[in-house]
C-alpha cells in the first residue's frame, strides 16, 4: 500500500505553549458550529489560516503583499488531531510553531486552547507557488521565517 | 516534542483506484474557490464527509439513522496530502477505503480524482460519541463496516 | 432613511412549483448545519448558486464556459425568506425561474422544498462583470436566457 | 405570482454611518475569497451574525447565554445589496442598527465598509425559538433591545 509520493510531514505539535513562538485569538461564530452543537472539524484549517496570516503580518511580511508579488503560500498537506471540541463564542488562542524548513517547503505546527485546556493540535505543510500555481524558489521572504522565528 | 496523545493515524492511501471500495462524485461549487482560483483546501473535509454519508448509506445504515440512535461519528484525527489543485465545475470522484479498526477507533482512507489524475489523498479516524460527545462503544452497525469493507 | 442607491429586487418568487422553468436536487451535508440542529442560514445561497451553474448549463451555456470568456456573474443583491428549517441529508429541490431583465441586470426566483414542502424562497440579482469586476454588457448568452426560460 | 407568505422585511440600511447604534471590526479571511478574487456573497451572513453576536454581548445579553436559557433567534428573512467587493485582508467595519420591532419579530440593518466606502448593506429578521425550533414569545432581554437601542 505504498504510495508514490512521500509523506513529508513530520512535526508533532508539542502540547506546550512556551514551544511556541506566536499566538492569536479567534472568537467561534455560531455558524461554525454543527448540529452536534460544536465546531465542525472541517472549520480548523480556517483558525490556522487566520493565524498564519496575522503571524506573517506580525513578521512584517503581509501575506496580502506576498500575494501581490506573485507568489502564493499553497497548502500541500494538512494534519488536525481533534482532542476536545471547541463550542460557539469560545476564545480560541492558537499558537503557531515553524517546523522544518527545506528549500521547497516549510511545516508549521499549531497548539489550539481554550484557557488552560489544549483542544487541538495540527500542522500544515506548504511550498511557494506562482500565479498559475507552479512551484516557485522561496522568495527570501519565506525563507527569512527560520531566522525570525527563533529571534 | 514528544506528545501526550499518541497519532493514530496509520493508514497511507494507494493511488491505485482498485484498492478502494467505493466511489461517489461530487461537482465542485463555485464557492469552495478561493482567491488562487482552485478550491480552497479547507472544503476537501467536505467532500470526504460527504463521501462518508453517501458510503454509509450504501452500506444501509444512515448516518441520519446513526445519529437518531444517539450515536454520532466524531473525526479525531485528519490528514490532507493536496497532489495537484481542484478547479470550479470538475466533477471530483472521491474513492474510499476502510483501515485500521480498533474497539475504539476506525480509520478511513480517500483518493480524489478527476477521470484518472489523483489530486489528493486523505485519511480520516473517527470514534463514536453519544449526543454529549463522550466517547461510546461501537455499536454493532459500526462493527460491522469492516465486513462489508471486504465483502 | 432613504438609500442612494435603488433596491432592484422586485421579483416575489411563487410557491406554486409549476411556475418555475428548471429544477434541480440537492442533498444536504452534515457540515451545512449548525448547534441549532439545522441548515445554517448562510448556506441557503451555495444551494442557489449550485442551481444557477446547473441551469446555465443545462441552457448550455456552462457557467465555466462563461468565465473562460472573461464574464462573469456577480450577485448583486440577494434575498432569502426561510419558511422551514432544512435538515442534515434531506433532499433538497431547488427551482429556479427568471425574473426580471434588463440591459445591465437580471434577477432570478428559487423556491427550495422538501417533497412538498415549502422551506425557502430566494431571488439573486445579477449583473456582467469582467474579470477586474467592472460592469459590461450582457454578452448574447445571457441576453438568450429569457427566450430559453419560457421556451 | 402573490406569494401565502408576505415579505417583512422593510428596513432600508441608510449609508450615513452615523444612523448605526453598533459597530464591530472583522478582518476578511483568505478562505472567504473565491475566484473572482474577492469575496463570496455567501459569506456576508457570516459578518452580519458575528457583529450581531458582538452587539448582544456589548448589551450585556450574550447571545451563548440566550442559547442555554433556551432560546435561539432564527433568520426568517435575509437582504443583501452588494455595492462593492470586498477582498482579502481588508479591515471591514460592520455598522448594525435596530429596526421595526414586533411582538414576534425584529428587524436588524447594516452597514458594511471599508474606510469611509461603503461595501454592502444588509437586513436581516429575527424571531425567537425554542430548542425544538418552534416561534416562541420575545424574552425581555430581547424586547429590550428597542431600549437600549436608542438609549
Not at 485569538?25 to 452536534?36: G, L, N
Not at 489560516?49 to 513578521?59: D, F, I, K, N
Not at 481554550?114 to 522568495?139: F, I, K, N, Y
Request: hydrophobic share 40%.
Amino acid at each position: 500500500m505504498a504510495s508514490v509520493h512521500p509523506v513529508r510531514l513530520s512535526l508533532d505539535p508539542p502540547l506546550d505553549p512556551s514551544a511556541y513562538a506566536f499566538h492569536h485569538q479567534i472568537r467561534v461564530r455560531f455558524a461554525e458550529t454543527d448540529a452536534m452543537g460544536v465546531v465542525h472539524h472541517a472549520n480548523y484549517p480556517l483558525y490556522l489560516e487566520e493565524t498564519r496570516v496575522a503571524w506573517m503580518r506580525h513578521l512584517g511580511h503581509s501575506y496580502a503583499d506576498g500575494r501581490d508579488d506573485g507568489v502564493d503560500l499553497a497548502v500541500i498537506e494538512l494534519f488536525v488531531q481533534y482532542r476536545k471540541p471547541l463550542e460557539f463564542d469560545e476564545l480560541v488562542t492558537v499558537r503557531l510553531m515553524l517546523g522544518k524548513q527545506t528549500r521547497m517547503t516549510f511545516q508549521v505546527g499549531y497548539l489550539l486552547s481554550v484557557g488552560d485546556e489544549a483542544r487541538a493540535t495540527a500542522v500544515t505543510v506548504h511550498t511557494c507557488v506562482d500565479s498559475t500555481g507552479r512551484p516557485v524558489r522561496q522568495p527570501e521572504w519565506v525563507r527569512s521565517f527560520a531566522a525570525d522565528a527563533t529571534s
